[in-house]
C-alpha cells in the first residue's frame, strides 16, 4: 500500500494478522513467528493517504497514522534493510 518496503506497526495484533496468514483468506496457521526489531526511520514522510506515490524523495521511512492514512492501524515502513535490527524472534501457537 505505501511503496515497496519493509512494513512494521506498533500494535501487534495487525503484525500478528499477517503472521497467522489472516489477510491471505486461508486459514489460521497453527503457530506463526513475529520479529521484534529496533527501526530507524530516519527522516519521515507522514502519509495523508494509501494513494501516494511512494516512497517520497528526500525522506528514508513513510508513517501511516492508524485512522488518518487509510488504516486502522500504526504502520511504519522503511525502504532499506540497513534501517532494521532485527532483536528477537518470538514464536505463537495456537
Excluded at 45 to 53: D, I, L, Q
Excluded at 77 to 83: A, F, G, K
Aim: proline share 1%; net charge negative.
Amino acid at each position: 500500500m505505501f511503496g515497496d518496503g519493509v512494513y512494521f506497526s506498533d500494535n501487534s495484533t495487525k503484525s500478528l494478522n499477517y503472521s497467522y496468514g489472516y489477510w491471505g483468506g486461508g486459514g489460521y496457521d497453527n503457530n506463526c513467528f513475529m520479529f521484534v526489531a529496533d527501526v530507524a526511520m530516519g527522516k519521515v514522510h507522514r502519509a495523508k493517504s494509501y494513494t501516494e506515490h511512494l516512497p517520497r524523495a528526500g525522506s528514508d521511512s513513510t508513517f501511516a497514522e492508524g485512522g488518518v492514512a487509510g488504516v486502522a492501524n500504526n504502520e511504519m515502513i522503511v525502504y532499506s534493510l540497513d534501517q532494521v535490527n532485527l532483536k528477537y524472534l518470538c514464536e505463537f501457537q495456537d
